[in-house]
């Protein structure tokens, strides 16, 4: 009764996927609506850290520093509010902000919206490839070495003022104000700009260009009536993604502002560790989110969601 | 491209401005390293790789190098799974409030950054961990999580849900397919999402200042502190570190999946 043949053996793999496969199966089958749920715990737990956070800021808030400890009060009070929305500074802070974010969206739309077409549109692949490269390469450095970079170029002995000597002029202040923070922002921004514009301008035919020009519109009314009206979804994400970034950044104004052109990032940071005032802080961090939400909410319900929430169809 | 030669000239004009403003910083800081005198000027005082030389006697420099890919590293490990199953069981499950879940996975992004990064230092001193790395690295990937979120969905979203039915048909047990279907044609998108989020928490400097101090502080908070000092070419060379990364990871992602997906259509 014996054989020559030699058991066949599982391989390893088939039996570390069996066993992976019996563990899996102690999840009952009644409980599988849950499975998703499942999956999606762990990032939901990852993201509930920031609410713990949203909820610790706005309880601090609400409590005045007592300056004789430096600590907050135990009563609640509107107090931080109060001083928050009165000083004349912080007013100015938030106009300042909300003006640059402004500036910087209209300045990167303009500037975003053809870099996109003219990549998207590109005949040939390899010029494709450089402005895709151009764009990445920016992205992946961040704000403190590009804002360094700038500081290199502006500084009061940088390129830009080395050159107006050599010409015989006499040095300008070129950092350490508002159009340099403007320029520094928009700089930033570029490549998320364009990277939220070009896949709504792939989504344009370029056929139905063709045909508003062959029906005689010239370039300008094409791009006017028909390319932009269809890339409005692109524009519209792209721009509060801009404006939300601009509005909400601290290493622009901190580094290239140098304290002149503070924004409200800047005034918390200021308010937790330079006033050691995480009342007043947190009650700044407040106002910060709510001009957010509702600039996002106002310009949504305006234009659309845009390419930000997507609706994919499931099964 | 169509249309009149006006066309070219104007779009071209704007795409050649863009072109320089990108870069501009980037060659400034890389001709800055080269020089061979001891402040950053211009014209340079000559070529030399004297700076680079330096960088590696710089201990402070190289301990805080190795602090930073010491938190991507957790970074993007602790992204991965959650990131990708979160993704897949958004597309490929039956959630209730799917939206209102899509929108509470938003706010790492919604929330300013400035108020993120006070929040989690907030709890990590009630829990008494702030202090040490590795928070940070959970950090970083809490604010950039959607990132890898988003990364994962467009692969599932293209991923035909008859493949799966196909593989469970054959016999296949859930796991099974999920391993051996769904895992590798998401696999594009877990590579894209995993680059991102290296390169994004190598870079993060906000969050960073709020989460370490002189210890432990990492790269960019080291860079930005130098910044307000004074401005020194070994700061440049530090700079260039960044660059090089960031080349790398360019070529890698164009290798791995592709520049040219960012420009699909949904």
New interface residues.
């Given amino acids: 009764m014996s054989s020559d043949k030699p058991a066949f053996k599982y391989p390893l793999s088939w039996r570390i996927l069996d066993h992976a496969e019996n563990v899996a199966a102690l999840w009952p089958r009644r409980w599988s609506p849950l499975t998703g749920y499942l999956l999606l715990l762990p990032a939901l737990l990852l993201v509930f850290v920031l609410v713990i956070g949203l909820v610790y800021i706005f309880d601090y808030s609400l409590h005045e520093l007592d300056l004789a400890t430096y600590r907050l009060k135990d009563a609640f009070s509107l107090v931080n509010y109060h001083v928050a929305l009165k000083s004349a500074t912080y007013r100015t802070v938030v106009l300042r902000s909300l003006g640059a974010s402004f500036i910087v969206t209209a300045i990167t739309t303009v500037l975003a919206f053809p870099y996109a077409y003219v990549m998207v549109r590109a005949r040939s692949s390899g010029t494709r490839k450089f402005l895709l490269i151009s764009l990445f390469l920016p992205f992946f450095i961040g704000q403190v070495v590009r804002a360094y970079g700038w500081l290199i170029i502006l500084g009061k002995e940088g390129l830009l003022n080395t050159l107006l000597a050599s010409l015989g002029l006499p040095p300008i202040k070129l950092i350490y104000n508002y159009p340099a923070v403007v320029l520094g922002l928009v700089q930033y921004m570029l490549p998320f700009a364009v990277l939220l514009i070009a896949p709504a301008i792939t989504a344009i035919g370029e056929e139905i260009e063709l045909a508003s020009e062959s029906l005689g519109a010239n370039w300008v009314k094409t791009f006017r009536h028909v390319v932009i009206p269809l890339a409005k979804p692109g524009l519209v994400g792209s721009a509060v993604v801009v404006f939300t970034l601009t509005l909400t950044d601290f290493a622009m104004p901190e580094i290239l502002g140098g304290g002149t052109t503070d924004f409200i990032a800047n005034s918390i940071y200021d308010g937790f560790f330079q006033l050691s005032n995480p009342g007043l802080g947190s009650a700044l961090s407040m106002i910060l989110v709510t001009l957010g939400s509702v600039f996002v909410t106002v310009l949504f319900s305006l234009a659309g969601t845009g390419t930000l929430v997507s609706r994919e169809n499931v099964r | 491209?169509?249309?009149?030669r006006?066309?070219t000239a104007?779009?071209?004009s704007?795409?050649w401005?863009?072109?320089i403003?990108?870069?501009?910083?980037?060659i400034?800081?890389l001709g800055?390293s080269f020089t061979s005198g001891n402040i950053?000027?211009?014209?340079p005082d000559g070529f030399s790789l004297k700076w680079y030389g330096k960088l590696w006697l710089l201990e402070d420099f190289k301990a805080a190098f190795l602090r930073t890919v010491y938190v991507s590293v957790i970074c993007t490990l602790?992204s991965i799974?959650?990131?990708t199953?979160?993704a897949?069981?958004?597309?490929?499950?039956?959630?209730r409030f799917?939206?209102a879940?899509?929108?509470?996975?938003l706010?790492?992004?919604?929330?300013?950054?400035?108020?993120?990064g006070?929040?989690?230092m907030?709890?990590f001193g009630?829990i008494r961990i702030l202090g040490q790395l590795w928070p940070v690295g959970?950090?970083l990937?809490?604010?950039n999580?959607p990132f890898m979120?988003w990364a994962v969905?467009a692969t599932v979203?293209a991923l035909d849900?008859d493949l799966e039915n196909a593989a469970a048909n054959c016999g296949a047990?859930?796991?099974?397919a999920f391993?051996t279907v769904t895992l590798p044609a998401v696999m594009p998108g877990v590579i894209t999402g995993a680059l991102l989020m290296f390169?994004l928490a190598?870079?993060?400097?906000?969050v960073s200042l709020f989460l370490t101090d002189a210890r432990i502080v990492t790269l960019?908070v080291s860079?930005?502190n130098s910044?307000r000092s004074v401005?020194t070419p070994d700061?440049?060379a530090v700079?260039v570190v960044?660059?090089v990364?960031?080349?790398v990871?360019?070529w890698l992602?164009?290798r791995l999946v592709g520049?040219?997906l960012?420009?699909?259509?949904?």
């Fill in positions: 491209m169509t249309g009149s006006s066309k104007v779009l071209w704007v795409v401005f863009n072109l403003t990108l870069s501009l910083p980037t400034i800081i800055a950053v000027q211009f014209p602790i799974p959650s990131g199953l979160a897949i069981a958004l597309a490929r499950y039956r959630i799917r939206t879940l899509q929108v509470y996975l706010l790492p992004f919604t929330i300013p950054l400035v108020v993120s006070l929040g989690m907030i709890i009630e959970v950090a990937c809490v604010i999580l979120i969905s979203n849900p047990p859930p796991l099974q391993l390169i190598f870079n993060e400097f906000l960019p860079i930005y910044i401005i700061l440049a700079s960044y660059i990364i960031a080349f990871a360019v992602l164009d520049l040219e960012f420009l699909r259509s949904k």
